[in-house]
Every structure is written in structure tokens, then in C-alpha cells.
């Protein structure tokens, strides 16, 4: 589906956006590009989260190079401790 174009009331704004991918209440659409607060979801059966203007799956994790060290980090950090 595209983009319906009334992502105008969900999105966030630039300031709150910066670190959307540290925070586990924000993700990204990549169809609309706008960041969505938890309240704004629409969560489906199965447990993922859709974006309410395009009715596509949120985009939970950043694709860049430092975010995926950072969050494998974070993984080896967790089962050295358990």
C-alpha cells in the first residue's frame, strides 16, 4: 500500500525524533519516512507493530553500521551475564 498521506498527525517532531532508534516507544515507517510514538500504532494479531497511514510493519532497529555493533554488543553483553 502507499501512503495516505494524514501521516501529518502522528509524526514526531525532529528535536524528540534524534534517537528514535534507542528508544523502544518510537519507530520509523520507511514507506512515509515519519517516526511514530507507541500510541499511534496499530499492533495486529500476530504482534507487530503497522503504521496507521500506510498499514505497513514499523521499522524497529536503525540499518547503519554503528547501530548494528552497538545492538551486538549489547547481545554478547547479555549472555555473559546469564
Known amino acids: 500500500m502507499a501512503c495516505s498521506g494524514i501521516c501529518g498527525k502522528f509524526a514526531l ?3 524528540v525524533a534524534r534517537g528514535w532508534n534507542q528508544d523502544p ?4 515507517c ?8 507507541r500510541d499511534n500504532w ?3 494479531k500476530d504482534g507487530r507493530a503497522i503504521c496507521p497511514c500506510c498499514k505497513l510493519q514499523l521499522k524497529t532497529n536503525s540499518r547503519t553500521k554503528k547501530a548494528r555493533e552497538r545492538r551486538q554488543e549489547q547481545y554478547w553483553k ?3 551475564v546469564a
Do not use: F, M, Q, V
Open 25 to 28: 516507544d518510537l519507530r520509523r
Open 42 to 44: 496499530i499492533i495486529r
Open 13 to 15: 517532531d525532529g528535536i
Open 78 to 80: 547479555k549472555i555473559e
Open 30 to 37: 520507511s514507506t512515509c519516512g515519519i517516526i511514530i510514538h
